[in-house]
């Protein structure tokens, strides 16, 4: 079992920036690939950006291209999603997910967070 933890998520202004983490714990050698998906009211939860963890190779959807930027600390084993020029549209719930293997769809995906909430007012 891999135990994910996210923290940082906020009410932030348009144009603001905001960034999350993601502590990771138990069996985390398993672990393949880190990714952030959010979930605005009313719609599937949609990929956002994803890591692998040996290589560092990262992956973002379009519409956070050029914005916001993934990372990692191997010896924190945590994942972080830095997030700037903020809008509206990416209001929504942020998880954070683990996979065995490298994947950019939801159903890929072995373990979730619980989410935060992020907001941004326009």
């Known amino acids: 079992q891999v135990q994910l933890v996210e923290s940082g998520g906020g009410l932030v202004q348009a144009g603001g920036s905001l960034r999350l983490s993601c502590a990771a714990s138990g069996r985390t050698s398993s672990r393949n690939t880190m990714g952030w998906f959010r979930q605005a009211p009313g719609k599937e939860r949609e990929f956002v950006a994803a890591?692998?963890?040996?290589?560092?190779?990262?992956f973002y959807a379009d519409s956070v291209k050029g914005r916001f930027t993934i990372s990692k600390d191997n010896a924190q084993n945590t994942v972080y999603l830095q997030m700037n020029s903020l809008n509206a549209e990416d209001t929504g719930v942020y998880y954070c997910?683990?996979?065995?293997?490298?994947?950019?769809?939801?159903?890929?995906?072995?373990?979730w967070g619980q989410g935060t909430q992020v907001t941004v007012s326009s």
């Open positions: 890591i692998t963890w040996s290589a560092d190779i990262t």
């Open positions: 997910a683990a996979a065995f293997r490298l994947s950019l769809s939801k159903s890929g995906y072995n373990y």
